[in-house]
């Protein structure tokens, strides 16, 4: 997917619009510093983790207002591994951490928030991001390319960056694209050196211009593993003479 320049006369500087001005700029802040992207169906995932609620874990991502939309997430070992345990886990394994989120609810009455009326009628969805640090984050992040074109088109795009020592993924429509909503399920994805410790409030939508959180696999605090977004250790130079 490709995000295109339109193209056609300078606009006059008194139309300009304050909003749109600092719109275009935190995208383009956004676009400087992201992050390679990768492909989910170019994975290549073993067993998923079982946890205490089961391989998966589904949760309503919500705010006062009501729920915004559903989301499963996993968190699967290597291919070549035959079970997904972190306590017999070689050392080196990769953690690959998996959220599906769906605008809305994804309309099934087993899972999320099922078909009750609390959910929203969502017409836009700006991004997705994690609201805590990205321990053990190894710079491998990415989506499904695949569920992204259905969702944007051509001209749509998701840009991967980092945000206060965590990942986002912030939807760029572009102009005249389309927009990510109601119905749209999209595939998530990050790698850690470090397991999951339990489900954390960690995760955040924005869908209708609004921000709604709610619970997700997470790992530990790790002092010795390296997290690609966090900021290193400052120095402090040295005031011996």
């Known amino acids: 997917m490709a995000l295109l320049a339109a193209c056609g006369a300078e606009p006059d500087a008194d139309t300009i619009d304050d909003g749109d001005l600092a719109a275009d700029n935190e995208e383009a802040e956004i676009d400087r510093e992201a992050l390679p ?8 995932l073993g067993p998923k983790i079982v946890g205490p609620q089961g391989e998966e874990v589904v949760s309503r991502l919500t705010n006062e207002t009501g729920a915004f939309a559903d989301m499963t997430s996993y968190v699967a070992c290597p291919a070549d591994m035959d079970e997904c345990d972190p306590a017999t886990a070689p050392a080196g394994t990769i953690y690959t951490y998996v959220h599906i989120v769906y605008p809305g609810e994804d309309n099934d009455p087993t899972t999320g928030s099922g078909d009750g009326v609390d959910a929203s009628n969502v017409e836009t969805t700006e991004a ?18 695949g569920e992204a074109a259905a969702a944007l088109g051509a001209i749509g795009q998701i840009v991967i960056s980092c945000h206060e020592d965590g990942i986002a993924w912030t939807v760029e429509e572009g102009d005249g694209g389309d927009q990510w909503e109601q119905g749209e399920p999209l ?8 397991p999951p410790s339990g489900p954390a409030n960690a995760y955040e939508v924005f869908a209708n211009y609004t921000a709604a959180s709610g619970e997700g696999p997470y790992p530990a605090i790790s002092s010795s593993e390296r997290n690609v977004c966090a900021a290193p250790p400052s120095t402090q130079p040295s005031t011996d003479s």
């Open 128 to 145: 997705f991001r994690m609201t805590m640090a990205s321990h053990g984050f190894n710079g491998t992040a990415g989506f499904s390319a």
């Open 37 to 44: 992207i990768a492909d989910f169906a170019d994975l290549q």
């Open 187 to 194: 595939t998530f994805f990050w790698q850690s050196t470090l």
